[in-house]
């Protein structure tokens, strides 16, 4: 061991710039091991506590904005259902951006608080249960609001929030919480603190090729298979985008 590591230390005195240029790529190759390992371990670990995991998939028809969110144009969902007879279920999800929120018209708004507008289909295909309220078999109606549990205590403190009032966004749009979703503490590339009911998509509404949406299908029992076959503008109908985390 002694004449080993004497070796080694008179090797590096003799050539300093070699041995530094080996010691650098070997510590950079273990670093990016770990990281690489780090990155399979929580792309592999993320939403498997959702019921039928494997069978949930994202897609993604907009390759301009990969991140967190598969975006694609607001019609895929209807398509996917009509025409994909191997997808289950599908379920669209908005995430505009930040808005306000007030618990009054009077009250200061929360600035910066991040919805989801989901379709109903959406507690079909992601098991989400309620901790408090019970969360709407068809999905929420008009005018009705899911919290988390910290978004829950944020705006209302202790007070139950069940049947509260929710004032959402700069036009103040009223919607009425009915369930606080269980906290879970899972990795999962969703972050749902505010659901509120997404409006049906139709040709008329649906002005962009691709939108802030994400679209999750839940497969049967056989893998689907979803051929990319052009619209009349000449651009794809649904290319399959397998991403599982965030990020």
């Keep these: 061991m002694n004449k080993t590591v004497k070796t080694t230390l008179r090797q590096f005195l003799k050539y300093p710039a070699f041995s530094l240029i080996n010691l650098g790529g070997l510590s950079i190759g273990i670093a990016a091991s770990f990281i690489l390992l780090i990155y399979a371990h929580r792309e592999f670990n993320t939403d498997r506590h959702f019921r039928d995991a494997d069978r949930i998939a994202r897609i993604g028809t907009d390759f301009f904005h990969m991140g967190p969110f598969a975006f694609s144009q607001p019609m895929l969902r209807p398509l996917l259902k009509a025409t994909c007879k191997d997808a289950e279920d599908a379920t669209s999800i908005d995430a505009p951006g930040s808005t306000e929120v007030r618990t009054s018209q009077q009250d200061r708004a929360f600035k910066e608080q991040y919805p989801y507008y989901v379709d109903s289909s959406f507690f079909r295909i992601f098991s989400y249960t309620a901790e408090k309220g019970a969360i709407p078999a068809e999905g929420l109606a008009p005018g ?101 985390s965030n990020p």
């Design 144 to 244: 009705e609001a899911i919290l988390s549990p910290d978004y829950a205590e944020r705006y209302f403190g202790k007070e139950d929030p069940i049947g509260k009032t929710l004032y959402v966004g700069k036009e103040m749009k009223p919607y009425k919480v009915v369930a606080i979703l269980h906290q879970g503490f899972e990795k999962s590339h969703l972050r749902p603190r505010l659901l509120l009911p997404r409006p049906y998509d139709t040709l008329e509404s649906s002005t962009n090729w691709a939108s802030c949406s994400t679209a999750s299908v839940k497969k049967s029992s056989t893998p689907p298979t979803i051929v990319p076959s052009p619209t009349p503008n000449g651009r794809p109908r649904a290319i399959p985008y397998p991403s599982s």
